[in-house]
């Protein structure tokens, strides 16, 4: 009897969605391709210790996938809805960021500024798309989707115009690091970056009370007003976090190519990073969040893509087998479906112990 | 009466750029020039309707005998409203890149009663030809095949392709994916290691090439549909350290001649580039003289010359001259 | 069947799982009256209506109705209206996007093509006949709301209802939207149609009603001719306390006995705020215990969350400790030591999905900023001491709010708020719908408070409750302060008197 009710508390635990995603996938691979997990160490063009592999290729894609699951994470609980922008805002920050790092001429050898000064200014003006979503949400009282649906229409076009629709490359190899290596260390850049990130927000949330405020707004507006709280400047709050988020997603996805195209940038992220919120259990309608389970779902997500890219399915299926995750996830999700699971195990086990029982 | 003044002042609001070359309303006669209204996708949509526009506007002004006026849509309907509007306008040329290739009919039969000719260009459509007098285009599969024409020049022992194809059923995909797929089935030699759709996009060509190296599957051409997609495959090989360029052990492919793409070229990092001519202006300039000296174009669909740059060939100036 | 009668509700029961909502209801409605529902909270009007509506079924009794032979079987919402009962509710149900003459009509066709002209000619004409001031091609949402209510009732009329349900249909109108409401309801007296009009305001009860049902606890009290029963006794009679057995009982409270006993804590001067209080002065001396007493309805919620800053305060000037101070939200009144305990607890007050911990710590984190968060074990220590405190019944601290009884979760609120240590606490209902034993304990906690030198406004709709703790009472009817009772004033008689008959500023 005992047991069965372990098994429900550990069914009914929320990291235990994105968890159970990881391991099928991962379970799937071990049968039906070992050398999926096969990782190996060479040298890269600068002669510097590189390692790869199916694993490390998911570390180093899925890690802008998690940075912008983090911000989402913090905007679903707060606004009960998703911002549908993040990959326009992508545009824009990253965009800004070229801008700033190639000045007037988009070809130019040297840095026009120093990577970091780029960095800041793109992030503040990625804040401030993100700020502009969040008044729309928390004082216009618009639905979060339709909202940002505004810079989800409108963002590639600035994008575009920040840089008078021209293509700038970056030349210096210096830029280069952000989406791919530091010399002499062999994992991927984008890796630490997100852990950078996760660390940051474990340190925001364990010396500042967003946790709780974001959570109790969340779930009840009113109660959380009338406890002294004001919802709306922390739903701007979040939406400016997750502006923040984009803007280091941006720094990583131009610097993988040195360059940017406004069009196909960091396109339907969105709909992957709303996916990662969802597989780590979080409700999208609000409220009650976990970063962690986010973050993980975030991987599961890329350890997906990756695997279909090995099986050589063809990359405009891939939104196809996502939706099939998605409808799992929905039933999967519910409290009856998790509560039977669980059922289920104890019944199992009460079973055998009958059995153990009778012998 | 006051409605169709409307309709006319609407067209003319419509019009997001009306040509700075000419001279204003004077007519044919009074000043000798040509009157010819060019109808265009948005230049914004590419790099290669940037270049396209540019040519366009550096053929058809005033110093070149020409009045032009300039209207721009990605989307059919407004784009049959502008012809209308240019037909009441009484130009001499009607010059059209359509957005879709159905619809036409109606309005060219317009033209043709005004005695307007029409000339076609980057894009066909569904319309009897007698309906136009030239359409100037680009020939997709050609390209492909100077592409692996040129590949197969290299001797290669072994061609071992990772092929990275654009959105599925575009013009530029079928024709240059067709090539390459009829080489792949004829000779035993060539190879397909993936095939895949990157939707144009540099990022998931990273990808797709990316996972091609973490299967440990050797291969020694990269051949793009794009530069853009290109370029993501270069960027996986630099990760993973695997040489490419001229005389390196990936030969890299890509179309569309951008200018940066022609740099790579000349640094030799990559080893083909095909082109796809945005400039046909030279053409239909060449076709107008024809129709104004009294005669009619030889043949009514033209083929534009088309280049394949190869990096141990090409020239500082080519990459002037082709860059787009 | 009586004659008169245009509708017989004989021996009524509902039975919901635990509750006995309605026992043995009689109800008769006459041709061309208005006829008063009255009764507090969970009286039974409301499940009485929607027993007559067809909403609920009935477990027993029977309802007749004038021109049916036998007893009718209403089974859904949609036979009440096609034998002729129609319901205009508080809030508006019609359709504020399309036009009048279309909510007049919109699911009533009878065939699929619709004649428009013809439609707003006829809608033009109702609108006229009873005399509302609206064009049947505006759109809905453009009427004020009184007029939107007269377009339900013309909806209503125009099925041609011998039965009318008004509920609750002046709570959102002004003065003279009122009076127009009153005069439409007159008009369709005359016509003949029996209207059923649930209220909580006394004074348009006795304006425009001519006789009156009074339920208390699911069963009926009476039915009176509205000249049969002056206000006091209606009171009485909703209440529940004949006059004769009030025995009135003391507050025991003085216990603080501190220096500034008698020092004002808090005071409000012209205090309004757009939930439509009327203006009025308010204060409250250090250890003292007041209350606002009144109906509900009659504004006594509204008032204290003026005070607190929930509703948009409009006027007023506040002091605190002798200094001025400003209120326009309730962080502003957290800080200067002020705490409320709000009427809906589900609602207004736990945030359901968070731990018992997390909902006992939040205000006084919020007061920290955003900046200072507790620590865990800080967290834990807080709220195992108020846990321990208040002894509320929780697994443990993680366990989510919602999961724990009401009483309970009523605790873990006011823990919450004495966990600020607040010099001036506000109780709006703070034993509603909780076991009696809980109910003791916190009006002991109250005494207690009081007797360390903390303020305290107590609202319950218990008036003995009431008198038990507080010993200063603001009586409140439709909105309006109607007196102030202390000492001798403090007993069941007078509080019905003053509610009943109070005179206040207008």
Not at chain 2, 79 to 100: H, M
Not at chain 2, 160 to 187: C, F, P, Y
Not at chain 3, 313 to 333: E, F, N, R
């Amino acid at each position: 009897m005992k047991t069965g009710n372990i098994f429900q508390k550990i069914f009914r635990r929320q990291i235990m969605i994105p968890l159970a995603a990881f391991l099928l996938l991962a379970i799937f691979n071990l049968v039906a391709d070992p050398s999926f997990y096969k990782i190996t160490l060479g040298y890269n063009s600068a002669g510097n210790p590189v390692l790869s592999g199916y694993l490390i290729t998911i570390l180093d894609y899925g890690s802008e996938l998690a940075i912008l699951a983090i911000g989402m994470t913090l905007v679903t609980a707060a606004s009960g809805g998703q911002d549908i922008s993040v990959g326009a805002a992508i545009a824009i920050s990253g965009s800004m960021l070229l801008r700033c790092l190639c000045g007037a001429d988009t070809r130019s050898e040297n840095l026009n500024m120093p990577i970091i000064c780029a960095f800041l200014i793109s992030m503040v003006v990625a804040s401030l798309f993100g700020a502009f979503n969040g008044v729309l949400v928390a004082y216009f009282k618009i639905q979060p989707m339709v909202a940002t649906l505004i810079l989800f229409t409108a963002g590639r076009s600035i994008a575009a115009w920040i840089n008078n629709n021209e293509l700038p490359i970056v030349n210096d190899q210096s830029f280069a690091i952000y989406g791919g290596f530091i010399p002499g260390i062999p994992i991927p850049m984008p890796f630490f970056i997100a852990v950078i990130v996760m660390i940051i927000t474990w340190l925001i949330l364990k010396f500042t009370n967003l946790g709780l405020y974001v959570q109790s707004v969340g779930i009840n507006e009113k109660s959380s007003r009338l406890n002294g709280l004001n919802p709306e400047l922390l739903k701007v709050l979040t939406f400016v976090l997750l502006g923040v988020c984009v803007s280091v997603a941006a720094l990583i996805k131009t610097s993988r190519l040195m360059t940017i195209n406004y069009s196909v940038i960091a396109k339907d992220i969105e709909m992957d990073a709303i996916l990662a919120v969802a597989l780590g259990g979080n409700a999208l309608s609000g409220g009650k969040f976990n970063i962690p389970a986010s973050i993980l779902g975030a991987y599961v997500i890329q350890f997906l893509t990756t695997t279909l890219y090995k099986f050589n399915v063809s990359s405009d299926a891939l939104s196809a087998y996502k939706a099939v995750v998605v409808i799992l996830l929905v039933v999967f999700s519910s409290e009856s479906v998790r509560g039977w699971i669980g059922g289920l195990f104890k019944k199992t086990v009460a079973v055998k112990a009958g059995k153990e029982a009778k012998s | 009466m006051k409605k169709r003044i409307l309709a006319v002042l609407m067209a003319l609001v419509m019009v997001l750029c009306v040509a700075g070359c000419g001279g204003g309303g004077a007519a044919k006669k009074g000043n000798g020039l040509i009157k010819v209204g060019i109808i265009n996708n948005d230049p914004n949509e590419s790099g290669y309707r940037t270049a396209n526009d540019k040519d366009l506007k550096a053929t058809f002004c005033e110093a070149n005998g020409y009045e032009a006026s300039f209207a721009y849509s990605l989307k059919n309907d407004e784009q049959i409203t502008y012809a209308q509007k240019f037909i009441q306008d009484g130009v001499d040329y009607l010059l059209l890149s359509a957005a879709d290739t159905a619809g036409w009919d109606s309005v060219l039969k317009d033209a043709k009663d005004a005695g307007i000719h029409v000339i076609l260009f980057d894009r066909t459509i569904d319309a009897d030809p007698s309906l136009y007098d030239a359409s100037i285009v680009s020939d997709m599969a050609k390209e492909g095949d100077t592409a692996v024409n040129w590949l197969k020049g290299q001797g290669l022992s072994e061609y071992n392709v990772i092929h990275i194809q654009g959105v599925m059923g575009s013009a530029a995909q079928k024709g240059r994916t067709g090539a390459l797929d009829a080489q792949v089935a004829a000779d035993a030699s060539w190879n397909l290691v993936t095939q895949q759709t990157a939707e144009w996009n540099a990022e998931k060509a990273q990808q797709i090439v990316q996972s091609v190296i973490d299967s440990g599957a050797s291969f020694n051409v990269i051949y793009a549909e794009n530069d853009d997609m290109a370029k993501g495959a270069v960027a996986a090989l630099d990760k993973a350290n695997i040489s490419h360029g001229v005389g390196k052990d990936v030969i890299v492919m890509g179309f569309d001649c951008n200018k940066w793409a022609l740099q790579e070229l000349l640094s030799q990092n990559w080893n083909y580039d095909g082109q796809c001519n945005p400039f046909q202006s030279s053409y239909i300039d060449e076709v107008i003289k024809t129709i104004e000296s009294g005669s009619s174009p030889a043949q009514k669909t033209i083929i534009m010359d088309e280049k394949g740059f190869d990096a141990s060939t090409i020239t500082a100036e080519d990459v002037e001259n082709y860059g787009i | 069947m009586n004659e008169n009668s245009i509708l017989e509700m004989r021996n009524i029961d509902k039975v919901f799982p635990g509750v006995r909502a309605l026992s043995g209801v009689d109800f008769t409605l006459r041709k061309g009256e208005i006829h008063a529902l009255m009764g507090e909270n969970g009286a039974g009007k409301s499940t009485l209506i929607k027993v007559l509506t067809g909403v609920y079924p009935k477990d027993n009794g029977e309802i007749r109705m004038a021109g049916h032979d036998k007893p009718v079987n209403i089974k859904s919402p949609e036979d009440a209206q096609n034998i002729g009962i129609s319901t205009v509710y508080q809030e508006i149900t019609l359709c504020s996007n399309l036009s009048v003459a279309e909510n007049i009509f919109i699911g009533r066709e009878k065939s699929f093509f619709t004649n428009w002209k013809m439609r707003n000619k006829r809608a033009g004409e109702i609108l006229k006949s009873l005399d509302i001031p609206a064009s049947p091609t505006q759109q809905l949402g453009t009427c004020s709301i009184a007029v939107q209510q007269m377009v339900a009732i013309a909806r209503a009329v125009d099925m041609e209802c011998k039965i009318l349900i008004l509920d609750e249909p002046t709570s959102s109108l002004d003065e003279q939207e009122v009076a127009k409401l009153f005069k439409l309801m007159r008009e369709l007296k005359q016509r003949g149609v029996g209207i059923i009009f649930v209220t909580h305001f006394l004074d348009q009860v006795y304006e425009v009603c001519d006789r009156i049902t009074v339920l208390r606890d699911g069963k009926l009290v009476g039915e009176y001719e509205i000249k049969d029963l002056p206000r006091l006794m209606l009171v009485s009679k909703m209440l529940g306390k004949e006059l004769d057995d009030m025995s009135s009982i003391k507050s025991d409270n003085g216990g603080y006995t501190g220096e500034d006993k008698d020092k004002i804590l808090f005071e409000a001067e012209n205090l309004s705020s757009v939930e439509a209080v009327n203006p009025f002065d308010f204060h409250i001396k250090k250890g003292e215990v007041n209350g606002f007493t009144g109906l509900l309805g009659s504004g006594r919620s509204e008032s204290v969350r003026a005070i607190f800053g929930a509703d948009r305060v409009l006027s007023g000037k506040l002091k605190k400790d002798g200094k001025d101070i400003k209120i326009t939200k309730p962080i502003d009144a957290m800080k200067n030591k002020i705490a409320y305990l709000p009427e809906d607890r589900k609602e207004d007050g736990i945030i359901g999905d968070l731990s018992v911990r997390e909902n006992i710590i939040l205000a006084l984190q919020v007061l920290e900023g955003f900046f200072h968060p507790f620590s865990r074990a800080k967290a834990e220590e807080f709220a195992d001491e108020y846990i321990k405190l208040l002894e509320i019944k929780t697994a443990s601290t993680d366990t989510p709010v919602k999961s724990l009884s009401g009483g309970n979760q009523q605790k873990v609120i006011l823990a919450r708020w004495l966990l600020t240590h607040p010099d001036y606490l506000i109780l709006d209902e703070p034993t509603r719908g909780i076991d009696v034993g809980t109910k003791v304990e916190i009006q002991k906690l109250v005494l207690k408070l009081a007797s360390e030198g903390m303020g305290v406004t107590f609202i319950s709709s218990e008036t003995d409750e009431m008198l038990r703790t507080c010993s200063r009472l603001i009586v409140m009817r439709d909105r309006h302060v109607v007196g102030e009772l202390t000492g001798e004033d403090l007993n069941q008689h007078k509080i019905m008197s003053t509610i009943a008959e109070g005179e206040g500023e207008k």
